[in-house]
């Protein structure tokens, strides 16, 4: 079986971004969930979007049209909420 590293991580990562929207227009924007809650969904998503982008850094010289640094071209857009900052070690 034959693996494209490069399209897995562009389409994880499209993944995240389009989770990170929902998130943001349903869970962080809304007035109807507590803050704590707004707070630990922040820094789990950020977590996630973090490693993701390390991901995207990887690459391998010795694979042809595969494996390049990706890091310039796509990335994960954390979340922000107002009181996530400072509890980013949470997890």
Do not use: P, W
């Amino acid at each position: 079986m034959k693996a494209n590293f490069d399209n897995m991580r562009i389409f994880t990562t499209g993944s995240m971004n389009a989770l990170g929207e929902v998130l943001k227009d349903y869970v962080i924007d809304s007035d109807d969930i507590d803050d704590d809650v707004k707070r630990k969904i922040t820094n789990a998503f950020n977590y996630a979007g973090q490693r993701v982008n390390v991901l995207n850094c990887l690459y391998d010289d010795n694979v042809k049209d595969d494996v390049n640094d990706l890091s310039d071209v796509i990335e994960v857009e954390l979340l922000k909420h107002e009181k996530s900052e400072e509890d980013d070690d949470e997890l």
